[in-house]
């Protein structure tokens, strides 16, 4: 895919940019190696100052950066602004916190004066997607630069601007070059990368193919990955829920990012009691959703971020409904220019078909009906994903049930699922493994180092 700015309202080319030649990948491997050797001995103080005044500018200039995050990929500019925001929050986060995460552990059970010491790896590069162009590179960027890492953005080819931004934000901030360095490359330069003997570390955000893809390389070379690979979160609905807020949390949770987020809910399995109601409810939720320019403030549905995305989504709807799915609303993509598909509620779609069990990213809800908790868990269980879920209910046990029983990275009880700076964040089974965020998420990409310390005999 050509590295280039096309607006998905529109689907007019903005502005395309050259993939970076090899010598010039190599003298920003060389400048990041060199880097490195100096970042790593700064004081965490010092790296603190900087990304103190990182989470500043995210927060000044949020106006810019989420128009230039809506112009990219489409999300709603009230959505877009709110990101950069956020971004802030993580920067802050880790400079208050780094020094204590990754400070020394005594170990007394040892022999001598023993204990755990964390140090930086190297260069660690991230191959990031498009859908939160900011916040998916910072909070891999924040924990990487105060760990003492350093740190090399391959991002998604529809968001380089994106990525120029980031890169300037940090070098404003007063990191110095090469500490944190944006890559126009090609997905197919990926490879000679993780091979490089300076890239220390991979971590990527994607599909279940990019992932197993880097894995691999990184295998073959012993290096250490993290992968967030998406989901197809549930929703799971009780009987003891309120329907009406809860209808309208579900419409948020499906429908952020215009339906484009890993950790938005999916598949929504709902007790047969209360079903017929949430079902009325939520198709009622849809049916008020403007859809529309993402830079006007009472837009809730924008574009999907690439042509190729409606198509997919097109297939999909498509595909729900000849396994034996209902439109219960929408289900076409949108007339007109630009990348819009309608938001989509489909109900009655087989447990078993192929439309339950891979990851719709787009404004599309799938509905289910469950006989009671136990089914609902299994509905719920049942794909290969397990990034996040929900349950909604009042009764104590049910609460605590889910929780146990939900096979997710993350479970939130009566809330949508959401990634924050102190919640460690990840996914199990084709969600992929390892954890951003939280103290977690820092000590991803240290060398927990063993030391002991014996007095020599006298």
């Known amino acids: 895919m050509a590295i280039a700015t096309i607006n998905p309202a529109t689907g007019e080319t903005v502005r395309a940019f050259a993939a970076l030649r090899p010598e010039e990948i190599e003298s920003k491997l060389a400048l990041a190696a060199a880097a490195f050797k100096r970042h790593r001995r700064s004081s965490f103080s010092e790296r603190a ?33 709110a990101e950069a925001a956020k971004c802030a929050t993580a920067c802050r986060y880790y400079a208050e916190r780094a020094e204590r995460m990754l400070a020394e552990e005594p170990v007394p059970e040892g022999d001598g004066r023993c204990f755990m010491r964390f140090e930086p790896l190297g260069p660690v590069l991230a191959v990031m997607p498009w859908n939160f162009p900011f916040w998916q590179a910072v909070r891999f960027a924040a924990p990487a630069l105060m760990a003492g890492n350093v740190g090399l953005l391959k ?39 993780i091979e490089d003997g300076r890239v220390a570390a ?25 992968l967030e690979l998406g989901g197809s979160d549930p929703f799971v609905v009780m009987p003891s829920a309120p329907l009406v807020e809860t209808a309208a949390q579900a419409v948020t949770a499906r429908m952020q990012n215009n339906g484009q ?18 079902e009325r409810l939520l198709v009622e939720e849809f049916r008020r959703l403007k859809v529309g320019d993402p ?45 819009f598909f309608e938001p989509t509620v489909l109900a009655g779609v087989p447990t078993e078909s192929a439309a339950a069990n891979e990851e719709i990213f787009g404004p599309v809800a799938l509905l289910f009906r469950a006989r009671d908790l136990d089914e609902a868990i299994e509905i719920a269980n049942g794909t290969p994903f397990g990034l996040g879920a929900s349950i909604w209910t009042r009764e104590a046990a049910e609460q605590e049930r889910g929780i146990l029983e939900l096979q997710a990275g993350q479970v939130f ?36 180092k063993s030391v002991c310390v014996k007095s020599p005999n006298s």
Do not use: W
């Open 413 to 448: 009880v009566n809330g949508i699922v959401a990634s924050q700076a102190a919640l460690p964040f990840g996914g199990i089974r084709q969600s992929g493994y390892g954890r951003e965020l939280g103290v977690f998420g820092i000590r991803e990409f240290v060398n927990v």
């Open 295 to 339: 830079m006007l403030a009472d837009t809730d549905v924008g574009p999907l971020a690439q042509a190729e995305a409606v198509d997919v989504l097109e297939r999909q709807v498509r595909a729900a409904v000849k396994a034996g799915g209902r439109v219960l609303f929408g289900g076409k993509r949108g007339k007109g220019p630009g990348f």
């Open 202 to 226: 991979v971590t990527l955000t994607g599909s279940v193919r990019a992932g197993s893809a880097v894995a691999e390389a990184a295998g073959r070379k012993i290096k250490r990955t993290v």
């Open 155 to 193: 991002h998604a080819a529809n968001v380089p601007q994106c990525a120029q931004a980031l890169e300037e934000i940090f070098m404003r901030a007063g990191f110095a070059e090469g500490c944190f360095q944006y890559l126009a490359i090609e997905s197919d330069q990926v490879r000679s990368l």
């Open 261 to 278: 987020s890993c950790i938005a809910a999916k598949r929504f399995i709902i007790h047969e009691s209360v079903y017929d109601e949430f």
């Open 49 to 81: 100052e900087k990304m103190f005044r990182a989470a500043e500018i995210f927060e000044a200039e949020q106006e810019r950066f989420g128009r230039l995050m809506t112009l990219e990929m489409g999300k709603p500019l009230t959505q877009a602004k």
